[in-house]
């Protein structure tokens, strides 16, 4: 089979090459499955190196093609989307990758593989961000009846978008989030209750405040997590409550409060071994019961995707669109490549 290998050239351009590679065969607890369609994230371009290429896709949408010893839940032909174990071999970069049966999930037949290649990893992120490290109320528990707010930094990004939603789902308000240019992608869901424009704003801080309308903050979530995003979130955080981030964040917050990275390699037991042990392990068993969710609110269309924009020339697109991330030009929509339209398979 064939896939995809990326790389930085002298000047840090991502570039790629075909390889033909043998089709893998999966794990007891592992599937394999045909992607039809590839997700890109930021995370492609800045895990790889100038030496060597790799295939650094993690978001599949496909078919089952087979199954490990120990996979009950799925057989062949089932329509998939899936978290590929990431700095891992076999990823989503090729004709077929290999994914854990814990962060598998079938996808209704009304669900495109284009859509559906948008959810895995930024899906896992927020869930995990949410209910593993902020410990908020989990969309499938009894509703406590109790106002709970909750501030999103970068509302209009994929995760920070993927929040809301979750959030939305846990019935929390109210919702705050700080978004720009893109920020019609939460208005016409209603995902927010107050959306501050960050551009050109040196009032975050107090917009936030205003926003709570003297609410305790406990839980805040910045899906951007580069300075300053953090701080406004911090200044406003109760000195009991919890900020949590896609990024390591090593800047001095307001208040001495820390921003801990919501790694979602934690649901794979993975390197860097950025939680303990125990953490780890929880959250291996907390994306199995999410995955079960996601089919759930999937099928009833209480769950929806991210706007898409396909790349051209399928796997041979993915070097221009990971270029436009690290770029920073792709703004509230996700990437995503089909494999039937590589020429060269």
């Known amino acids: 089979m064939k896939e995809l290998q990326v790389k930085n050239n002298a000047d840090g351009k991502v570039f790629g090459q075909l390889v033909e590679v043998p089709k893998p065969t999966p794990g007891p607890n592992n599937i394999l499955i045909k992607v039809a369609v590839t997700g890109t994230n930021p995370k492609d371009w800045k895990y790889i190196t100038a030496e060597k290429g790799f295939n650094s896709g993690d978001d599949i949408a496909g078919t089952v093609d ?3 010893d120990n996979v009950a839940s799925f ?15 076999n990823g989503s970069f090729a004709e ?41 109320p989990a969309p499938w528990s009894r509703p406590s009846g109790e106002s709970i707010p909750f501030v999103v930094y970068a509302g209009s990004t ?23 240019g893109s920020k019609d992608v939460i208005e016409k869901d209603n995902l927010a209750d107050v959306i501050i424009d960050y551009r050109n704003n040196p009032n975050i801080a107090e917009d936030i405040k205003k926003a709570l309308n003297g609410k305790e903050l406990l839980h805040a979530f910045d899906a951007f997590s580069e300075h300053p995003s953090a ?26 409060h820390k921003l801990k990275f919501a790694y979602v390699g934690s649901g794979h037991k993975v390197y860097p071994p950025l939680n303990t042990e125990e953490e780890s392990k929880a959250d291996q068993d ?13 099928k009833e269309g209480r769950f929806k995707t991210h706007p898409v ?7 041979n697109g993915i070097p221009e669109g990971l270029n436009k991330l690290k770029e920073q030009k792709v703004k509230a929509r996700k990437l995503v490549a089909r494999i039937a339209e590589t020429q060269g398979l």
């Not at 896992?124 to 908020?136: D, G, K, M, P, S």
């Not at 979130?233 to 964040?249: D, E, F, M, R």
């Not at 907390?286 to 999937?298: A, G, H, I, P, R």
């Not at 924009?309 to 796997?315: D, I, K, Q, S, W």
């Open 158 to 180: 994929s995760v920070g978008l993927t929040a809301l939603k979750l959030a939305r789902l846990s019935g929390l308000s109210p919702l705050i989030t700080i978004a720009g």
């Open 309 to 315: 924009e396909v790349l051209v020339g399928g796997l």
């Open 286 to 298: 907390f994306v199995q019961v999410f995955s079960s969710y996601l089919e759930k609110v999937l």
């Open 231 to 256: 701080e406004p979130l911090a200044a406003n955080l109760s000195p009991k409550g919890k900020l949590v981030g896609i990024l390591q964040y090593k800047q001095e917050l307001p208040n001495g």
């Open 96 to 136: 077929y990758a290999i994914a854990p049966a814990t962060t598998t999930f079938h996808i209704p037949s009304s669900l495109s593989f284009e859509d559906a290649a948008t959810i895995p990893l930024v899906a896992y992120t927020a869930a995990i961000a949410l209910y593993q490290e902020l410990r908020l």
């Open 75 to 89: 057989r062949p032909g089932d329509r998939v989307a899936a978290f590929h174990v990431m700095l891992t071999e």
């Open 66 to 68: 087979a199954v490990g």
